[in-house]
């Protein structure tokens, strides 16, 4: 039995980070791709020869082939996810929606509210957990390898000087901006890493002209635990800082460079290809004190665990690979700073 998928949205979310792995998944068969573009419909027909390319989700949910699905991924701009969610679930489908799972944490709340009462899998796609820099950190810090960790640095910084996304250079109420994009991935990770939040910082910024959202921003969270998490996430870094630096009471830890798996999918490799494995391997971080350092191999970014997650939870009853609670959590603490914090 396998778990048969449509993907809402042909842009680079469901072509690069959806679609190639779905249809890797020995348990999940991709069925179809909703989109309305005509390029993106000629780019899915070609890559995936066996799934029904269909105009829009109402088409979808309105013809025969509903019946025969059991999953729609939607990968769309975040002011349609709440809706083609609801839609899904409504339809009696499971449903993996792309991060920034709502534009806001109520809507989101009211997404798992309704999955509960249908009885459906919701769950978010926040793929950096996988990324081989933040699997590499989590195995240290559980094995102790730093002791307690007092602060943990995150950079999640690229250079794009020109916006070329319209709905991306929209105002942040339309879920836009860089820390509804960047931000949600890397306060997900700092609060996977060390913990709930008792209080935030932070600084919104904008360079680019026109009244668009932040695309510099910096973030400061103390957990519950008394850890500090400082997390930059900047769209206009000419040379990016460490990916990671943290501070433990026993030993440091740098890591630098973005996961290189979106630029492999970038340039052509998908998961299925012989030797797609090995494609981001190599890469090393830094471990220790002055005067003992040692470099650690970093882990090999791993999105095809989050789809091992959804297949488990469909078929074996697993809870889903990410709990949707966890992506509200996030999104109240977007909105809180978007509503509290001045953009500058």
């Known amino acids: 039995m396998s778990v048969r998928t449509a993907i809402v949205g042909y842009g680079l979310g469901g072509r690069l980070f959806h679609a190639p792995f779905v249809a890797a998944d020995p348990d999940l068969d991709l069925v179809a791709v909703v989109t309305g573009d005509p390029e993106r419909s000629a780019a899915a027909r070609a890559e995936h020869p066996g799934a029904e390319v269909v105009p829009d989700l109402a088409s979808l949910l309105g013809g025969p082939l509903v019946k ?4 729609v991924v939607v990968s769309t701009p975040p002011t349609r996810h709440a809706e083609q969610a609801r839609a899904a679930l409504g339809a009696g489908l499971n449903v993996v929606l792309d991060k920034p799972m709502t534009v806001t944490a109520q809507d989101g709340r009211d997404l798992v509210e309704l999955a509960e009462e249908r009885g459906r899998m919701l769950t978010v796609f926040q793929n950096r957990r996988w990324d081989g820099d933040f699997l590499t950190l989590r195995r240290l ?4 390898a730093l002791g307690t960790v007092r602060r943990f640095e995150s950079r999640f910084e690229t250079w794009k000087p020109a916006e070329t996304k319209a709905w991306k250079a929209a105002p942040a109420s339309t879920g836009a901006g860089v820390l509804y994009d960047l931000g949600v991935h890397v306060i997900d990770q700092a609060v996977q890493l060390l913990g709930p939040v008792e209080d935030v910082h932070a600084e919104l910024r904008r360079h680019r002209p026109g ?3 932040d695309d510099d921003t910096f973030v400061a969270l103390r957990h519950v635990g008394g850890a500090v998490s400082h997390l930059w996430m900047n769209t206009l870094v000419p040379l990016p800082g460490p990916r990671f630096r943290v501070v433990g009471s026993e030993a440091g830890f740098t890591s630098y ?3 290189p ?3 492999a999918l970038k340039e052509g490799a998908r998961p299925a290809d012989p ?3 090995e494609l981001t391997g190599g890469r090393t971080g830094v471990l220790g004190v002055p005067g003992a350092e040692r470099e650690v191999p970093l882990e090999r970014g791993r999105y095809d665990l989050f789809y ?3 297949a488990a939870s469909l078929l074996d009853g697993a809870p889903p690979p990410v709990d949707p609670r966890d992506s509200v959590a996030v999104i109240d603490l977007v909105e809180r700073l978007h509503r509290d914090v001045p953009l500058r």
């Open 211 to 213: 009244d668009g959202a």
């Open 308 to 310: 091992r997650g959804v």
């Open 257 to 259: 460079g973005l996961e």
């Open 275 to 277: 030797g797609f494995a």
């Open 68 to 71: 025969e699905l059991d999953l």
């Open 141 to 144: 810090v559980e094995e102790g």
């Open 261 to 263: 798996l979106e630029g």
